[in-house]
């Protein structure tokens, strides 16, 4: 049963902005080290960037108000799988916190082009 969707489109050119003015202090509080190693190895970091920026906005927008408080954009991580696939990771304690909710699977789908990144967020209760 489906518990919640979120959807978000982000503008690469203002990711892009931002991380030219903030540099490292803006990736590292929002963005995993994982999502950064991924990220940097990319021609175009930004466009990367601005898309896992879209889908951790899209996760928040699936919390409610109780299970959104105290979780920030590092508590989510997106991570491809071994068939290159994007999926959500979350930090232990929000793990928990869905899943005492019974909320057992988000599914994700990403795109972007030069311009514009978006994402969608399905989190699905058992």
Not at 43 to 54: M, N, Y
Request: proline share 1%; charged share 20%; aromatic share 8%.
């Amino acid at each position: 049963m489906i518990h919640a969707i979120g959807i978000d489109i982000v503008e690469v050119g203002r990711i892009e902005d931002i991380i030219n003015r903030w540099g490292i202090a803006f990736i590292q509080r929002i963005y995993t080290q994982e999502e950064i190693d991924y990220c940097a190895c990319k021609a175009r970091t930004s466009i990367h960037f601005a898309a896992r920026f879209a889908a951790k906005e899209a996760f928040m927008k699936c919390l409610g108000d109780d299970l959104r408080h105290g979780v920030t954009m590092r508590h989510i991580a997106v991570v491809n799988n071994r068939n290159g696939i994007p999926v959500l990771k979350f930090h232990q304690g929000l793990a928990d916190r869905l899943a005492s909710r019974g909320i057992m699977t988000a599914h994700i789908s990403i795109s972007h082009t030069d311009n514009y990144a978006t994402a969608m967020v399905i989190l699905e209760k058992t």
